[in-house]
């Protein structure tokens, strides 16, 4: 059934949404529509879709066929081009009050295309308090044709009045098989691949499509996977944490110049920078640099996140594959998430006890704390490749 089709693994939620979608039709028919809410919040741990779910059914109310994947509108919605869907994408490491009440305002508007004004909030849970507390109102009285779609990891990551008042639609993370599955009729890789990847990325499935895809990605995940075996020494600990950083700090640089340089550009153009300059508004010139310095400080601070969001990729790399010797140590009979590493993971089994291995999970759990605070991230990576030395 369309585009609720697309979404791996998620049967549950999308039958909610579908039932909802058709309540939402029989609204604008006029009749009562139960089954319909003004505010839903799509949770579910990263990789599993909330972002997908949200659009799917954004495309479901605003589509007449519910979604079906094919038409202007549908497309739209997926591109974000859609004159009744606001996307937010908070793109520093919080969103503020300002940028909320405006949106707010956006959001009040009767439809332009008279089914649903949507606002889909990517990432609810970085809204400040002041914004939150705001976000808060608008739901609470929400327009007739207004819907907010919230995305977060969980719903505990959102205040508890907004959680109240909104529905609740909650992703998984989709089983191996589906992910390898999408893989495959959908990009085409070959099925060992596509079983390889989807197990290492352990049901992201856009992680598991980059280790399909791209050598890169696979090269850098086997560097962050060569760690445990390298950290024989202090010395090497050290090295280990330096590298990890700087790797980080490369992917996260490639990844900012090319999404930077895209919206400099857009910028300029806005503002008329590569024309002749003659005639033009003085007042537009300096609105121009007004803009551009905000433009700069909102690119840094994405970029910050962006490192960070490298190094925790990594970090859950690592997880995976200490969760990886503990299953080997117990003798469990689940699915490796590295299986490839089978020499180093039984090597290092043996080499330990279960409790030291537990340990050195606890010690990765609380680096990613730790960063997620703000603590700099060299001194937090230290600090954990030093707990992971070998026996
Ligand atoms: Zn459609």
Known sequence: MGLFDDLVGQERATAVLSRAAAAAAEVLAGGRGAGMTHAWLFTGPPGSGREEAARAFAAALLCSDRGCGHCDLCHQVLIGSHPDVEIVRPQGLSYGIKDTRQLILRAAGAPTLG??????????????????NALLKAIEEPPARTVWLLCSPSPDD???????????????????????????????VAPEMAEFAARAAQGHIERARRLALDEDSRRRREAVLSIPRSLVGVGECVAAAEKLVKTAEEEAAAVSAVLNEAETAELRKIYGEGSSGKGLNKGLVRG???????????????????KRDVIDNALLDLVAFYRDVLAVQMGAQVELANGDLHHDLTTLARASRPEETLKRVD???????????????????????LSLRRP
């Not at 089914?115 to 939150?132: I, K, N, P, Q, Y």
């Not at 508890?160 to 085409?188: E, F, K, N, Q």
């Not at 990613?368 to 991230?377: D, I, K, S």
């Open 363 to 385: 010690a990765i759990m609380r680096c990613r704390e730790r960063l997620a605070a703000n603590v700099n991230p060299q001194m937090a990576v230290e600090a954990m490749t």
């Open 288 to 306: 121009g640099a007004g803009a551009l310095k905000e433009l700069e400080d909102r690119q840094k601070s994405r970029a910050t996140r962006l």
């Open 115 to 132: 089914r649903w004004r949507v606002v889909l909030f990517e990432d609810a849970d970085r809204a400040t308090e002041g914004a939150s």
């Open 158 to 188: 959102m205040m508890i009045t907004i959680r109240s008042r909104c529905r609740i639609v909650t992703l998984r993370t989709p089983p191996t098989g589906a992910v390898a599955h999408v893989l495959m009729t959908r990009d085409g």
